[in-house]
């Protein structure tokens, strides 16, 4: 019988502390994408490189899993007549159960979830304007939720899709420890060069170091590649503020995939699949788990198949990567439209067991983070060895920083 596993109730946050000086904190990117420095963390050794240089290091017969949503214009500033300013920040749509992408695609009027600076001068009901050229924006506050504001968009020309209102009268959003206000390079710096799917307000952030160049020598080498999606919520920068981490309630983040996406995977799973990013790395492994779901239930609804954060470690893994995998294709075949949508809230921590996931390409993570526990999680203890090296020898971190390639020395898949 296969066990579960237990949820790690003693993770504690300050087993996932460092200190980062300021000055370590990359507040612009390299001129050259792929010029960023590479720690290569191989069977518990470590090796210095460049992006450049991955098709060289990478290990043979590898899969690279790329996230490809796109960054949204997600910061908007309205003037009230009065003079005062205030700024919305689009989280997700208010009702999300046809996804993001349909809901970029909306047209004339949207309601979204929102963060609001300077609530306290909107009054509900009371609406904002936006003109820029011939478009003109309202905004109108229609009520609150204990973590969001509700706002309802309405805008002329009503047949523009919302995804080109955003783009026009929007700003990209910085992650707030870069402590600057978004410039014109960040439009493009911003954003990953493969970026296709709209919806997420950071950016997955280890994709920023490629450039055409450099997959198309990946390509040369053998290296394959699929893309998947999943949008980036601004939670990802929410901070744990529980030292017991199991009490941290992680945030959701929108998966949308297509049948052929998850059809490619399965045929690619005997390659060593390695995540660029933790976002891609959270989208492969709830993959497996929703397949599981299915295997329980395979009448499951779209409303029902969603992932908790604890569903995995509640759960007996009873199925390989591929079964569960097989399930869930069988499942989005039956969907109308051939996509799975799904949110998931998936919480990786020391102990959890990877079901998918070979190997990590990842930038360097704030302290008492989740993604630094998702690390942990990965290559244990050693993270503090690794993180150690970097700070010593002038990596540069976060968004805009440098980054890492983790290949831990066992094969971290089920075994059956």
């Known amino acids: ?83 005062g300013q205030i700024e919305i920040f689009c989280l997700r749509p208010n009702d999300g159960k046809y996804g993001i992408h349909n809901a970029m695609e909306q047209t004339g009027k949207v309601l979204w979830n929102c963060l609001i600076g300077g609530s306290s001068k909107w009054k509900q009901n009371q609406i904002l304007k936006k003109q820029i050229g011939e478009t003109i924006l309202e905004a109108r506050f229609v009520g609150k939720n204990t973590d969001y504001f509700i706002i309802e968009f309405s805008w002329t020309p009503a047949f523009l899709p919302f995804e080109f209102v955003l783009n026009q009268m929007g700003l990209i959003p910085l992650p707030p420890y870069l402590n600057r206000t ?56 929410l901070p744990v503020k529980n030292e017991n981490v199991s009490e941290h309630r992680m945030h959701e983040e929108f998966i949308e995939l297509n049948l052929e996406s998850v059809e490619r995977l399965i045929s690619k799973l005997k390659k060593t699949i390695i995540a660029v990013g933790t976002t891609s790395l959270r ?9 599981l779901m299915v295997s329980k239930n395979e009448n499951i609804t779209s409303a029902e198949l969603s992932l908790d954060q ?63 526990m998702l690390v942990s999680a990965l290559i244990g203890p050693d993270w503090k060895t690794a993180y150690s090296f970097a700070l ?13 390639l983790f290949l831990p020395n066992e094969k971290l898949k089920m075994s059956l």
């Open 1 to 83: 019988m296969i066990k579960k596993t237990q949820i790690p109730d003693g993770a504690m946050l300050s087993d996932f502390g460092y200190e980062l000086p300021d000055e370590k904190i990359a507040r612009y990117p390299l001129d050259q994408r792929e010029k960023s420095k590479l720690l290569i963390w191989r069977n518990g050794q470590l090796k210095e490189g460049l992006f450049e240089e991955l098709p060289e290091v990478l290990p043979n017969n590898s899969l690279l899993v790329f996230n490809n949503s796109r960054v949204i214009e997600a910061r908007i500033k309205f003037q009230k007549p009065t003079g």
């Open 310 to 372: 604890w569903f995995a470690y509640e759960s007996a893994a009873e199925l390989s990567a591929e079964e569960s995998l097989k399930l869930l294709v069988s499942w989005i075949d039956k969907q109308p439209n051939k996509k799975l949508i799904t949110k998931t809230q998936l919480f990786i921590l020391p102990g959890y067991q990877f079901k998918i996931v070979d190997g990590l390409i990842t930038n360097f993570h704030q302290p008492y983070s989740t993604l630094l």
């Open 392 to 404: 010593k020898n002038d990596y540069r971190f976060l968004s805009y920083g440098d980054g890492c």
């Open 182 to 237: 978004a410039e014109i390079s960040d439009t493009e710096r911003y954003q990953t060069i493969y970026a296709r799917e709209s919806g997420s307000v950071a950016a997955p952030t280890a994709g920023l170091h490629f450039t055409k160049t450099l997959l198309g020598s990946l390509s040369e080498e053998g290296v394959d590649s699929i893309y998947l999606t999943l949008h980036v919520g601004a939670g990802t920068f």
């Open 283 to 291: 989208t492969l492994e709830t993959l497996y788990w929703l397949g």
